[in-house]
């Protein structure tokens, strides 16, 4: 009785059957294919958004700014309160700056979105220090005031050959600037040389005011400001104001200059005494958090191939000799914790609209094969095995999960970048591996739920069916 | 026409009962179609609000994001500029969403004398006076290496993790903050403190360099008794909740300068939006497609429903009357549907909460409601294609026309 078909003519007459249930009644068809499509769409979008979106979400973390410091090892114990330090000047150590490209060649170099290097000298201002255009030079009371010099953008040659592009403006996000930010070099000036005609000679370089320093002492954009380092009065310097910063932080009180200038400005030819880095991690769990000293060969290597901060903080110290890379653990714990949640939210979300698309997927699918009692009586009747009949319904419902699984993915796709853009401003790439999850769950979920009604529908006797019974 | 009414009514409610009963299978599949889009809805919804409220209390891991300083902040006078300690009971820590955290802090340097019987030595240092009992909460983030701090401790001393390994680095029998030639902001207060415990933490900012003492203590041994160098609050809340924070603190304060630290303060709003508008971009495309999911899965259903239109025409019944005996079944089927996926989503919800949170999502009553209602309009206008229904001729149902 419950022979599968085997000849040419019975399969031929299969696909026949298959391809009749499509074009018979093709509302019913459309209308089932339409809620598998709506709900795998559901699930696609949700796929594609948080698989996409785990990483994105880490980046915009990185808007809380640096989450490591790298000071010098031998360094004597600033003496800063709000901002300013009160070591003698001679006081401390430096960094080379030259170093810094090597940043960039450690084994996690492409999650280092940024670094900066600082130097601070606290100067003052001397006699007649303000030129602002149009009005006669102006004096500022004798008082001291923190220079720093840092990179605003700076190229950065990297020993493969490129540069990276980097500083203030990447490792600070929240820094704001009224006007322009300093530029490194010192723009190129046409000097008039009497009779000889021109020449063209490096101009002033270029700073930024702090807010509060300049409301105080009413600087402008476009002003020309002279300090002078606290420690050697005669080694003056002016600048031209090119833009107004506010931080919120300390930075609103002092001056900011290209890193080049202030080392000049305080005897250090390419020193610097701090360097801020952003670094793209994964959240320290408790593996994390273990010691690497304590750790078995096997486990270094684990730990050394994951970005976890504190693997970073070790990769950068072996290229820096000489100093400390302590993380922010202010930004990088909460950073940590927040992400971990916000990503287990997404896949709990994403669950949730999978369960939700599955069993309404299921439904109307177990629907469809309800329906159908009296196509299956008459099936029975003409002397179909039970077999044969499952199998039909299985082929049916499984052409019907490729169709409205393939429609549904694109249209999934749709969905997820309009939310992709929306949200993070950059849509999510299709993905292969969504797909075939898709499809997949699709034909999964179709079988599942045709499958109690299909059970069923192999016991019926055609008799009472057929009589409508 | 009393009776005649009741019995119509009767008569309409026995053939909804009929229309519900007569498929066990059909009546099954259309409860779970509801029942799941009902569920998912209310988890959903309930864990969208859960979920807004409780990352902002997250972001308080950051640590404080509002600073009270004082307002004459010119730097020749900055070290000296202090706040008066009883500036601490005008603010007020009640902010919208929960309580405010502050914390006062004393700021000056002194030095830190390594005694030993041959050579002592001497650091210079920051010193911060506090509330250390508080330290946790306002910098959660700390890593605390060698022990909490002991409050029972008579003199207890916190040392920043630099700080500590430079004294570590030396021998000493006993450690001792003494003024010396670099202290700064002294107002003249001479005696001197000895450390009675130590304990040590890491946290990658200036603090790492700090020594830390009980406020209360620093007062009186920088002779600046009752007076503040800084409050550090961390605000609960929302961008706008911390900012309406701040313009009520400045009104109470109008001697002290309330500034938010940035860094957080826009970092943690610029994160938040993004959030919040995923989970709503995401909650609402569930909740719409799996709306139109159940819709389809319903309209299949009641496209079978021809041959019991016909029927009803046959013998008479009128095409509104029809269409309101099938609409009352779907507000049935929905109102069913609904409150037995909302009971389920309850337990979704506690348990997506304690997934993503570790702590069970506090069930919104409203939540339920709107779920129930949402899926009893999800069953009715999925019952709208039924309006074809009244086209539908008897004569041609019965002749198995299609």
């Known amino acids: 009785m419950n022979r599968a078909p085997t000849s040419a003519t019975t399969e031929l007459m299969f696909l026949r059957l298959v391809a009749d249930s499509f074009t018979r009644r093709p509302r019913r068809k459309v209308l089932t294919t339409a809620a598998l499509a709506l709900g795998m769409a559901v699930v696609t979008a949700a796929l594609s958004v948080s698989l996409d979106v785990g990483d994105r979400l880490a980046s915009e973390f990185r808007s809380l700014g640096a989450n490591l410091v790298v000071t010098p090892a031998a360094d004597s114990l600033p003496l800063e309160i709000g901002g300013v330090d009160y070591r003698p000047v001679n006081a401390g150590a430096y960094l080379p700056e030259s170093d810094l490209p090597k940043i960039k060649t450690v084994f996690w170099h492409n999650n280092i979105i940024a670094f900066a290097p600082v130097l601070e000298v606290s ?47 990447k490792t600070n996000p929240w820094f704001r600037v009224d006007g322009k930010w ?10 008039n ?14 700073c930024v005011a702090g807010e509060k320093l300049a409301a105080r002492r009413s600087l402008h954009i476009g002003d020309q400001v002279v300090v002078a380092p606290a420690a050697d009065v005669q080694n003056m310097q002016s600048c031209d104001v090119t833009g107004i910063l506010s931080t919120g932080g300390a930075e609103d009180d002092a001056l900011l200059m290209s890193l080049s200038e202030v080392q000049r400005l305080a005897g250090k030819p390419g020193q610097y005494r701090k360097l801020y880095l952003s670094a793209l991690t994964k959240p320290e769990d408790a593996f994390g958090r273990r010691d690497p000293t304590t750790m078995k060969p096997a486990e270094v290597e684990r730990w050394m191939c994951t970005p976890y901060i504190s693997s970073i903080a070790a990769s950068i110290k072996e290229v820096l000799p000489g100093t400390d890379v302590r993380v922010i653990r202010r930004v990088a714990e909460g950073e940590g914790t927040i992400l971990t949640r916000v990503r287990a939210l997404l896949w709990m979300v994403t669950l949730a609209a999978l369960l939700a698309a599955a069993l309404a997927v299921g439904a109307s699918s177990a629907a469809s094969v309800i329906e159908r009692r009296t196509e299956i009586g008459l099936m029975k009747a003409l002397g179909a095995g039970s077999g044969t009949v499952g199998f039909l319904l299985a082929a049916e419902q499984l052409l019907l999960a490729f169709v409205g699984g393939g429609i549904g993915y694109s249209l999934g796709i749709v969905l997820a970048r309009l939310v992709g853009q929306r949200i993070f401003g950059v849509a999510p790439a299709p993905s292969m591996l969504v797909l075939v999850a898709v499809l997949v769950l699709a034909a999964g979920v179709t079988l599942l739920g045709s499958a109690i009604p299909m059970r069923r529908a192999s016991r019926y006797e055609p008799a009472p069916i057929m009589r409508g019974e | 026409m009393g009776a005649q009414g009741t019995q119509n009514r009767q008569m309409f409610w026995r053939i909804v009962r009929r229309l519900l009963t007569a498929n066990r299978g059909r009546l099954f599949v259309i409860l779970l179609a509801l029942g799941a889009g009902a569920a998912v809805t209310s988890a959903l919804l309930n864990l969208q609000v859960d979920a807004k409220r409780r990352l902002t209390t997250e972001f308080r891991r950051f640590g404080a994001n509002v600073l009270v300083t004082p307002s004459d902040v010119s730097r020749a006078s900055a070290v000296l500029n202090t706040l008066p300690a009883s500036i601490m009971d005008r603010i007020s820590l009640e902010s919208k969403s929960s309580r405010a ?8 340097t002194s030095v830190l004398n390594l005694k030993t019987a041959q050579s002592p030595s001497q650091i210079p240092v920051v010193v911060v006076g506090t509330n250390l009992s508080k330290l946790d909460q306002i910098s959660p983030s700390w890593q605390w290496k060698r022990m909490m701090p002991q409050l029972e401790a008579e003199r207890p001393c916190i040392l920043g993790v630099r700080l500590s390994s430079q004294i570590l680095k030396r021998k000493w029998d006993a450690i001792l903050l003494a003024p010396g030639a670099q202290s700064k902001n002294l107002g003249g207060g001479s005696n001197s403190y000895e450390c009675t415990e130590l304990s040590e933490f890491s946290s990658g900012g200036p603090e790492d360099d700090q020594f830390f003492m009980p406020l209360a203590d620093a007062q009186r041994y920088s002779g600046m008794e009752e007076r503040i160098s800084v409050v550090q609050l961390s605000v609960p809340g929302t961008a706008r909740e911390v900012d309406e924070y701040i313009a009520a603190l400045r009104q109470r304060l109008p001697d002290a300068e309330v500034r ?9 709003s610029k994160i938040y939006s993004r959030i919040s508008g995923l989970l709503t971009a995401t909650v609402v495309i569930v909740l719409l497609l799996t709306g139109l999911c159940v819709m389809a899965a319903m309209t299949n259903v009641a496209m079978e429903r021809r041959n019991d239109v016909g029927l009803m025409k046959a013998i008479g019944g009128a095409t509104r009357r029809v269409l309101r005996l099938f609409l009352a079944e779907a507000a049935l089927l929905g109102f069913a549907g609904g409150m037995m996926g909302a009971a389920a989503g309850i337990f979704l919800s506690i348990w997506l909460g304690k997934q993503v949170f570790g702590v069970a999502a506090q069930p919104r009553l409203i939540v339920y409601p709107v779920a129930v209602a949402l899926t009893m309009i999800v069953a009715i206008l999925s019952a709208y294609p039924l309006r074809r229904l009244a086209g539908v001729r008897p004569a041609s149902v019965f002749r198995g026309e299609a």
Not at chain 1, 182 to 191: G, Y
Not at chain 1, 193 to 206: A, D
Not at chain 2, 260 to 268: A, D, K, M
């Open chain 1, 182 to 191: 300093f530029s490194d070099q010192r723009p190129i000036e046409r000097f």
């Open chain 1, 123 to 169: 100067a003052k201002f001397p006699i007649e220090t303000v030129f602002a255009p149009g009005a006669p030079p102006r004096t500022i009371p004798e008082m001291p005031i923190v220079v720093i010099g840092t990179w605003a953008a700076h190229p950065v040659p990297l020993p493969d050959g490129g540069t990276f592009t980097t500083g203030i403006t």
């Open chain 2, 101 to 108: 955290t502050a914390d006062p802090f004393l700021y000056f």
């Open chain 2, 260 to 268: 938010p630290i940035r860094q957080f303060t826009e970092g943690e």
């Open chain 1, 193 to 206: 040389v009497g009779s000889m005609g021109h020449t063209y000679l490096p101009g002033n370089p270029e």
